[in-house]
């Protein structure tokens, strides 16, 4: 591989072979041209549990698409009457993974989850945390329309889940060298227009974040979130007055952004979070939004 200057040496690589892993990986970021050498993704050899895909215009379809391209192993999970739409959508991947169900609200469905993803990989390297819930009453409808029992089920489905299946997984994270979890968000430094009950499920699962990563740091586990700009997602779709946020996202966001297309940002956001390209990077939110979230009117 020839030699490295010193300022070039990844910081955590500890044997001559993470170092030619680091290297082969650098020269692929680099983007070397086909038939001009040896690449390897940045995710070569990682194991990853991917929450969330639907359809192909989930956010974590995107994820797991661009994860497969760099390299990883992919198992996905799906829930309830959505367990065989999620079956169907992963056979589009590049490599059909496997499905397993996984409802957050049963303790045991993780622990038997856990259990399958150490059978097929050993340990875990990654985990997406793509998952969210809000009864009707808890978006367009006010502070006001929702039951406490309503709110309490958008809560332990879209924010304690973060804490339940880290703890589930945690063992398997822990087996490897480190392990990085990776939640999708939608900013919750304000309040948005008809988003009501999620915003504060939002703002819990970005304290969360924080909280989490100060625990497992220490065990070499990262915990982040992508803030993403609005994807036309179905998740989006039951937003009242998705529509808004387009057409202002588009105009204001510094970047420019599309609605359409712009979740490949996400997904490679994503993936560069799973790698180890964040070695030091933890309790952060990374927005992928176009630069909106940082300007004014």
């Known amino acids: 591989m020839g030699k490295f200057a010193r300022g070039d040496l990844p910081p955590m690589a500890k044997s001559e072979g993470e170092v030619t892993s680091w290297a082969l990986s650098r020269r692929h970021l680099r983007g070397t041209p086909p038939g001009k050498g040896l690449t390897v993704g940045i995710l070569e050899g990682k194991n990853l549990l991917i929450t969330g895909v639907l359809t192909d215009d989930s956010l974590a379809y995107g ?3 661009t994860a497969q391209r760099e390299g990883a192993r992919v198992i996905l999970t799906g829930f ?5 739409l999620t079956t169907r959508t992963a056979r589009k991947l590049p490599d059909p993974p496997e499905v397993l169900e996984l409802d957050v609200q049963d303790p045991d469905h993780a ?3 856990a259990a399958a993803v150490a059978d097929r990989f050993g340990t875990l390297d990654g985990l997406v945390h793509a998952i969210g ?4 009453n808890c978006l367009g409808h006010g502070m006001m329309a929702a039951s406490w029992s309503e709110v309490a089920t958008m809560l332990e489905v879209s924010t304690y889940s973060l804490k339940s299946l880290t703890e589930a997984f945690l063992p398997l994270l822990a087996a490897g060298t480190g392990g990085s979890v990776v939640g999708l968000d939608f900013d919750a430094a304000q309040a948005w227009p008809g988003y009501d009950w999620m915003g504060v499920a939002k703002a819990g699962l970005e304290s969360l974040t924080r909280y989490l990563a100060r625990e497992l740091g220490p065990q070499g586990i990262r915990v982040n979130l992508i803030a993403a700009g609005p994807i036309r997602t179905i998740a989006a779709k039951s937003i009242p007055g998705f529509a ?4 202002v996202w588009g105009e204001r966001a510094p970047l420019g952004w599309d609605v359409n297309t712009d979740a490949d940002a996400v997904a490679r956001a ?10 030091r990077t933890t309790g952060e939110i990374i927005h992928v939004d176009g630069g909106f979230h940082a300007v004014g009117a």
Do not use: I, K, N
């Open 244 to 247: 808004t946020f387009e057409e």
């Open 80 to 84: 309830g009457r959505g367990l065989s």
């Open 111 to 113: 622990a038997t989850v």
């Open 133 to 136: 819930f809000a009864p009707a």
């Open 63 to 65: 994820v797991a698409e």
């Open 270 to 279: 994503c993936v560069a979070l799973l790698s180890d390209w964040f070695p």
